[in-house]
């Protein structure tokens, strides 16, 4: 079936770095390409989103990109700042039903 | 102040007692989706509609049920039938399900149900 891997499932950086998280889809069809972060006891809330006609898109210091020949697209966020820390998910648009397909997560712990 | 909103914040019921949450939203969109979440784990689809009056089964239907009778509410209940009902429940909402051009979901709070 459909599904999307990502990773890493815990992610750990200084203040300052940059964060990069991977995720893979399997439908070749996808079209569309959200990021949303969850913060503890409350909603996802929608961060960033890529179609499939887009290579990349930047929004101050949250940028994706989108490889549709590798079937793998990726969230960075640069300058990270202890706000940042909280679970993040992606998620892949599936072309037969037009459902979200969501990733597992990634808890990014930025240390002050 | 448009948005999604979900009641109550945190549910407790005993086994085998049937539970409804709520879910409103006052974004004019069409299509309403129910979500569950365990911890450390990703978002699982349950039942979604496109249109007042029609609804889909997700990928965990069972033991779960919903209506749709107005374009703002879509409502879910937990029958005594779900084996592992204790979960952080997600209810989201898009301008359309498919065929259109906009794709984005947005969240509510959630509501987290603890049955003992």
């Known amino acids: 079936g459909e599904n999307v891997e990502q990773h890493p499932s815990t992610l750990s950086v200084q203040e300052g770095d940059s964060a990069v998280i991977k995720c893979t889809y399997s439908d070749s069809a996808s079209n569309y390409f959200p990021w949303y972060k969850q913060e503890l006891g409350k909603g996802p809330q929608l961060i960033i989103d890529?179609?499939?006609?887009?290579g990349e898109k930047k929004d101050q210091r949250i940028a994706v990109t989108l490889n549709k020949t590798a079937k793998h697209f990726s969230l960075h966020i640069t300058e990270t700042q202890p706000e940042d820390s909280a679970v993040y998910f992606c998620a892949a648009r599936s072309s037969n039903t037009g459902k979200l397909i969501f990733g597992q997560g990634t808890t990014l712990q930025v240390k002050p | 102040d448009g948005g999604i909103t979900q009641s109550p914040k945190y549910l407790f019921r005993k086994e085998g007692q049937n539970v409804t949450l709520s879910c409103e939203q006052n974004?004019?969109?069409?299509?309403m989706y129910w979500y569950r979440q365990d911890p450390g784990q990703g978002l699982r689809l349950i039942y979604y509609?496109?249109?007042?009056?029609?609804?889909q089964k997700g990928d965990i239907a069972e033991g779960y049920s919903v209506s749709r009778e107005k374009k703002e509410s879509f409502p879910l209940t937990v029958t005594s039938a779900q084996k592992n009902p204790t979960a952080f429940y997600l209810c989201?909402?898009?301008?359309?399900?498919?065929?259109?051009?906009?794709?984005?979901?947005?969240f509510g709070p959630g509501t987290r149900l603890t049955v003992t």
């Open positions: 890529i179609r499939s006609n887009v």
């Open positions: 509609s496109q249109i007042v009056n029609d609804f």
């Open positions: 989201a909402s898009s301008i359309e399900g498919t065929g259109g051009i906009s794709y984005e979901q947005y």
């Open positions: 974004l004019n969109h069409d299509a």
